[in-house]
Antibody, heavy 121, light 107 residues
């Protein structure tokens, strides 16, 4: 089955760190770009970060709101995507979704179920 | 950053109705526009990319049009499972940006 399974969310204090994971099955990263998208409680969607495959040297892009604090990466040997989050702020509280974007098509054709990150003291 | 706006922000409608949602970009984005559907408590689902191309498995009652700055999503005959929030997103340039969403609920 083609799917993405997000994990790693939880409660963390402001200034803390957390690593999110996304396990992919049913496809390989070679022909896809991977993104993280988040959604604060009761709010809309916000694109967070993107990573390209090994053939594109794992090139990355970030939203300004997370640049310098978050790092997106992929391990194609494990078919897994990660989001290392540091210096967390209360405004980072959100559901985080891993998504797949096939080459030559539109973004986010497949979504994980989401993992909730709560930043609070 | 490219700002995306949607109208209306919400609408109340009935099964069988025709629904049109508008999305506008603050700069021209060619046809780099996608639409997503999100049901309450669920992850979003891709409906349309490249402004008018239906994603795999999406019913033909959904259609998209537009280019440049103005885009529309049309549902020709609303079904019970279509009551949801709809988001547009530009992927012409980074950072990718979403519209604020249009909530479609039952009248």
């Amino acid at each position: 089955e083609v799917q993405l399974v997000d994990s790693g969310g939880g409660l963390v204090q402001p200034g803390g760190s957390l690593r999110l994971s996304c396990a992919a099955s049913g496809f390989t990263f070679t022909d896809h770009i991977m993104d993280w998208v988040r959604q604060a409680p009761g709010k809309g969607l916000e694109w967070v970060a993107r990573v390209r495959s090994r053939t594109s040297s794992f090139a990355t892009e970030y939203a300004a709101s997370v640049k310098g604090r978050f790092t997106i990466s992929m391990d194609d040997s494990k078919n897994s995507l990660y989001l290392q989050m540091s210096s967390l702020k209360t405004e980072d509280t959100a559901m985080y979704y891993c998504t797949r974007s096939p080459l030559g098509r539109g973004p986010h054709d497949l979504w994980g179920q989401g993992t909730l990150v709560t930043v609070s003291s | 950053d490219i700002q995306m706006t949607q109208s209306p922000s919400s609408l109340s409608t009935s099964v069988g109705d025709r629904v049109t949602i508008t999305c506008r970009a603050s700069l021209g984005i060619s046809n780099r526009l996608a639409w997503f559907q999100q049901r309450p408590g669920k992850a979003p689902k891709s409906l349309i990319y490249a402004a008018s191309t239906l994603d795999s498995g999406v019913p033909s009652r959904f259609s998209g049009s537009g280019s440049g700055t103005d885009f529309t999503l049309t549902i020709s005959s609303l079904q019970p499972e279509d009551f949801a929030t709809y988001y547009c997103q530009q992927y012409y340039t980074y950072p990718f940006t979403f519209g604020p969403g249009t909530e479609v609920d039952i009248k």
